[in-house]
């Protein structure tokens, strides 16, 4: 797939995450206005319902840009999300023979993105995080159980997962205090109270969830994949001596729900079509429910950077990707519909942390610094085990084609102290 040359010209550099081959959706404001939808173009982007109301959608039953979530679009299904993509690109290639009362319409809907303030893209119904790479749990696994026992005995088998929070899923650029909570060091006989000391991110990818099943009716994987609408950058922030406290029997609570950081922009599946890959060779089959008959992971490079506050510029302490989680997003929603859970429109799926083959693209600072023992040095000098009051994290991503790529944005967050609190 080459380049589509757009008739906006900031489009066509090779450096833009937004070329006419993305056109990913967001919500946005202006001036403090009611907030609507839009896609992301080259430096801009453009108001759908201005674009609505100009007659670009004319099979579109009714305004659905108009609203403050992309919620209601996303439900729609694949046909309608196939022909707004198609109109758009029509719209905006460079040669295509838009007459003058639809490049009118251009204009009036053209914002650049410096000027707008984006919120958070779609109305979050339930979050879903999974434990789906498997680089990352063999990491982890070996830190606390040794290497003979990293990971459980079910993990080849399902993708793990648990229940998150919805109600702290927020945007990039949003502040995360670090949380209080109860930790028990293993040399101590009780717990304590106080601010987290291993305040973590975790690098993934989620997938939000366009159309709905019914309660009580499986899907297969083929299924699960239609009703994804698109993916977003997700950092899933951790509190790991939280958790080490809690986490027995029943799992993360505490240490992961006081925030989760997603990327202002859905990145479709159409526009990602080009890169899909296979999950790897399985070392158990699994069973038939879950396997795909496809590929359906996706080739999109992904890095975390660190900004110390104060510092000039973040480092860059990690360089992954996506093809290396062990389950698709796909295989995630099947299993976790095949009991007759509903899921709809507007869910959201954690990957679980995208981790590669060695420190350098490990996806967590547990994982970089192996628990605090081998402590990260950042270019400006200092060192990082784990987070510190004032850091700035950063993921982006990309999908990198012939001249061009398809890019998510960023997906950022600054820690804050924890809140002053006197039981």
Same mark, same amino acid.
């Given at each position: ?38 896609? %992301? ?182 299924? %699960? ?199």
């Amino acid at each position: 797939m080459k380049l589509l040359n757009c008739r906006i010209e900031s489009a066509n550099n090779s450096e833009s995450d937004f070329p006419l081959n993305n056109l990913p959706f967001g919500v946005f404001a202006k001036d403090k206005g009611t907030p609507r939808c839009c896609v %992301a173009i080259g430096d801009f982007l453009l108001d759908l319902s201005v674009l609505f109301d100009a007659a670009v959608f004319p099979e579109l039953p009714e305004n659905v840009f108009a609203q403050s979530t992309l919620n209601a679009f996303m439900g729609m299904g694949n046909d309608k999300w196939s022909y707004v993509r198609k109109q758009l690109i029509e719209l905006l290639r460079a040669d295509s023979a838009t007459d003058a009362k639809k490049v009118k319409a251009i204009e009036n809907a053209q914002h650049l993105q410096s000027d707008a303030t984006m919120h958070m893209p779609f109305t979050v119904g339930d979050y879903t995080d999974f434990y789906a790479g498997r680089q990352h749990a063999t990491n982890v696994g070996t830190m606390f159980r040794g290497a003979e026992n990293a990971l459980p005995p079910n993990w080849l088998h399902i993708p793990i997962g648990y229940n998150g929070r919805a109600s702290t899923v927020v945007i990039s650029g949003t502040d995360v205090h670090r949380p209080l909570g109860q930790m028990k060091p293993p040399t101590a006989e009780i717990p304590y109270f106080g601010p987290c000391k291993r305040l973590d991110l975790e690098l993934e990818m989620g997938a939000v969830v366009g159309v709905p099943n019914e309660m009580g009716k499986p899907v297969t994987v083929a299924e %699960a994949d239609d009703m994804i609408f698109g993916y977003v950058l997700l950092n899933d922030w951790s509190a790991r001596d939280i958790q080490a406290w809690e986490y027995q029997p029943l799992g993360p609570f505490q240490a992961k729900v006081f925030a989760t950081t997603i990327s202002p922009w859905v990145v479709t599946k159409e526009a990602l079509a080009g890169f899909r890959v296979s999950t790897p060779a399985r070392d158990v089959e699994l069973l038939p429910y879950l396997q795909e008959k496809e590929p359906l992971l996706y080739d999109i490079d992904l890095a975390v950077h660190l900004k110390p506050e104060g510092s000039a510029k973040p480092t860059t302490i990690s360089n992954t990707n996506y093809r290396n989680m062990y389950y698709s997003a796909a295989q995630q929603l099947a299993h976790h519909a095949i009991g007759g859970c509903k899921m709809n429109t507007g869910d959201l799926l954690g990957s679980g942390t995208i981790s590669g083959d060695s420190d350098k693209a490990y996806g967590s600072l547990l994982e970089i610094s192996w628990g605090g023992k081998n402590p990260l040095t950042l270019d400006t000098g200092e060192a990082r085990s784990f987070l510190e009051d004032g850091d700035t994290l950063t993921l982006t991503g990309a999908a990198i084609g012939d001249g061009f790529k398809i890019g998510f944005g960023e997906c950022t967050g600054k820690i804050l102290p924890a809140p002053d609190f006197n039981p």
